[in-house]
Structures are given as structure tokens and as C-alpha cells.
């Protein structure tokens, strides 16, 4: 079995079998991709089958030179992933990587903004211009829905249920959830559905997407991040904020105002309750004050 064989296969077996989204897709393939260039650059002729456990190892070794431990910790576990795939078509009987450890890595916490911080952001946006409509319900729809980037930008009309308060979203693995949406997102959106969307000349295909560039297309996700870092300069604010940074200060906002765990993990689109969990380590004065609050001993 070559590597470009085994590789094509894969890719189809992640998007069918596991349902990962084309981001997720390069990713886990990209890492077999760098094994692909090593074998090759150090004439080494090892197939997908036959590699050892000590010809990865020394690949990973020499990776580990440009690449933090979280960066290592991910391309062990995507080559894990790879690996596994091939015992489970029954191309190999075991899995090279099974006894190479990943680095210990910390828990790294999300970065957040504060309900001020968020303010000042989307009062930056300038309103006299074209698109700081479109801006404005952008930020508002990130912020007050806790949506992934592409969660946003492939955000249809058809996909709001503003009557029963809820928006429908589709996100990893084109798995489809409710959530609920704020008066104050409805009404942004609103405003820039009749203000401006309805005077755009939208080209065939992208009628029923909701927010569009200037040609009247799907925004792109690298616009979504320009978009944000231009506000963010503008402010001053000495942070780094990505379309993300909305997405954990809602869940953040949610759980430091009593709200439960489990509703924020299906608000978020989380598989497991362990992803969500994270946002408990962010503010240790709100678990202060629910010790004090429920505690029988307090």
C-alpha cells in the first residue's frame, strides 16, 4: 500500500464514517502528510504497513525540535488516529504508536472578554459604512449565540426561528442543534436584513445565506478574523481576540451567572460535558461563591 493510496483512503473514511468537517479533515491529514516528506527527504521506503514503531518514533523526534508540546501532543494523536484506521480496515495488526507517550501538556484555558470589553468592541463598529450593519449583527450573533466561525458564516435565512426564539446550527460533522437567540441578537440581525441585505445584488447560490460580503458571497472565515482584530486595534485593547474569544466568553458569561453546565454544553455544540467543563477553571470567585451560598457548613 502506498502512502497517497492510504492516505485518499483515510480522508474519505474521516468524512464519511466520522461525519469531521473539511478543517478537521486537513488537519489529521496534514500529519501524515509531514511523515509522507520525512520518509522522503531521508530515503526511507517504509509503507503505511510496514513502518516500525522506531522509524516513527525518530520522526517524531526530529519534529519535536520546531513544535511546542501541545503541537506534539496533537500530531501524536492524529498519527494514533491514522494507524488505528489501518488495524480497523485490517491493513496492519498493530499501531506504531502505541507505546510512544505524549508530552504532559497544562489544560490551557481559553481566553475571555468581559461584558465591558464586548461592549466596547461592537460600539466600535462603524455604522455610517456599508457593512457596519452586517458587523454589528455579526458580533452580536457570535457573542450572543456562542457561535464557531463557521458556525456563523454558514448561518442560513432559513435558519432562523426568531417566532420560537431559537436558531439552527450546523456544526461539527454537520451535526445540527437549537439554540436559543437574545431579543438583542434578533434584533441586529433584523435591522441588517432589511437595511442592507435586501438592497444586495446576491449571486445565484448564495440567496439564502445570511451574511454576505460586498459581492454579494459568503464571508470567509479569514474576513470574520480581520474583521475582529480591526475593532480590537481600534479600541486599544491589549488582548488577543479571535471569533473564538466570543464563543468562551458566552459560555464563560453563562456559567458565572448560574447557569448549568449541561445547558451551556448543548448551547455549544459539545460532544462531551469534559470540553465544556473547562470553562469552571476560569473563575474561581464564582466557585467561592457557590460554596458560600449552598454549602451546609458555610
Known amino acids: 500500500m502506498k502512502w497517497t493510496n492510504a492516505l485518499k483512503d483515510y480522508q474519505l473514511y474521516l468524512k464519511i464514517e466520522r461525519g469531521l468537517s473539511q478543517n478537521s479533515i486537513e488537519s489529521y491529514c496534514l500529519d501524515i502528510e509531514k511523515v509522507m516528506s520525512y520518509l522522503e527527504e531521508n530515503k526511507i521506503s517504509s509503507s503505511p504497513i510496514s513502518i516500525s514503531s522506531d522509524e516513527i518514533q525518530q520522526f517524531i523526534y526530529q519534529s519535536a525540535k520546531s ?45 475571555t472578554l468581559s461584558e ?82 435586501n438592497h444586495m445584488n446576491v449571486q445565484p447560490g448564495f440567496e439564502d445565506t445570511l451574511f454576505l460580503n460586498r459581492r454579494g458571497k459568503q464571508l470567509t472565515r479569514a474576513m470574520i478574523f480581520t474583521i475582529i482584530k480591526q475593532l ?8 488577543n481576540v479571535s471569533p473564538h474569544t466570543f464563543r468562551h466568553s458566552f459560555a464563560t458569561h453563562l456559567l458565572q451567572n448560574n447557569a448549568d453546565l449541561r445547558a451551556i454544553q448543548l448551547m455549544l455544540g459539545h460532544e462531551s460535558i469534559t470540553t465544556t467543563e473547562i470553562y469552571v477553571h476560569l473563575d474561581k470567585s464564582h466557585l467561592t461563591e457557590v460554596v458560600e451560598k449552598y454549602h451546609p457548613r458555610k
Open 67 to 111: 513544535l511546542n508540546a501541545r503541537s506534539q501532543s496533537r500530531l501524536i494523536s492524529g498519527l494514533r488516529s491514522f494507524f488505528n484506521y489501518l488495524i480497523f480496515e485490517d491493513y496492519r495488526k498493530d499501531n506504531p504508536l502505541e507505546l510512544i507517550e505524549s508530552p504532559k501538556i497544562g489544560r490551557k484555558l481559553p481566553d
Open 116 to 197: 465591558d470589553e464586548i461592549d466596547s468592541i461592537i460600539q466600535a463598529v462603524d455604522l455610517s459604512k456599508p457593512e457596519g450593519e452586517r458587523n454589528r449583527a455579526i458580533l452580536e450573533t457570535l457573542y450572543g449565540c456562542g457561535l464557531r466561525v463557521s458556525e456563523l458564516i454558514n448561518l442560513k435565512l432559513s435558519d432562523l426561528y426568531f417566532e420560537e426564539g431559537f436558531i439552527k446550527v450546523t456544526g461539527k460533522g454537520d451535526k445540527q442543534r437549537f439554540v436559543p437567540i437574545v431579543a438583542t441578537t434578533v434584533k441586529y440581525i433584523n435591522i441588517y436584513k432589511t437595511e442592507v441585505r
Open 232 to 239: 480590537v486595534e481600534k479600541i486599544g485593547l491589549k488582548k
